[in-house]
């Protein structure tokens, strides 16, 4: 396994049928919100394993295939383009600065309360999709959340 990070990773919207959508903490910067978020852990990593296994990893809420929830969690077939950001470069082999997201959906019963990865995310909230999208610090997340209606099912 390479020592860098992939600079290919999956955003994925956990939200219920209210569009009302999940945002943890990041713990290595107490001012950022977001969507859960990861890099494929190998190159030939299919998208929506990197998916199940970043949202299992970092909210407990299992839609691995053949678990209750898998069949809620949606490519969204978008993907976005962006520059990673200076204080997380080091993470990536040298000259990488770039990384492409793809966009996908959880669709949850409800407001659940997520296990989070202590190590990665300290606090986790519920807004309505407007709130959320106004909360996230990164563009590309609001943006996504403010596609919701038209991907909620």
């Known amino acids: 396994m390479s020592p860098f990070k992939i600079p290919e990773s999956v955003l994925v919207v956990i939200y219920t049928r209210a569009l009302d959508v999940l945002l943890i903490q990041r713990a290595d910067a107490d001012d950022f919100w977001q969507s859960v978020t990861g ?38 077939h978008l993907q976005n383009v962006y520059e990673i950001y200076p204080r997380w470069r080091a993470r990536y082999a040298p000259g990488v600065t ?9 669709c949850v019963p409800e407001r659940m309360a997520p296990l989070l990865a202590p190590r990665e995310h300290t606090a986790w909230r519920w807004l309505s ?5 106004d909360a996230c610090f990164s563009p590309s997340n609001a943006e996504a959340i403010l596609l919701l209606p038209q991907f909620a099912s």
């Not at 770039?98 to 959880?106: A, C, I, P, S, V």
């Not at 999709?129 to 999208?133: C, F, I, S």
Request: aromatic share 8%; glycine share 6%.
């Open 39 to 76: 890099s494929k852990d190998h190159e030939d990593e299919p998208l929506m394993r990197t998916a199940a296994r970043e949202v299992h990893e970092e909210t407990g809420f299992d839609c691995r295939p053949g678990s209750a929830l898998a069949t809620q969690l949606r490519d969204w």
């Open 98 to 106: 770039r990384n492409t997201e793809h966009l996908f959906g959880l």
């Open 129 to 133: 999709y407007r709130d959320a999208a």
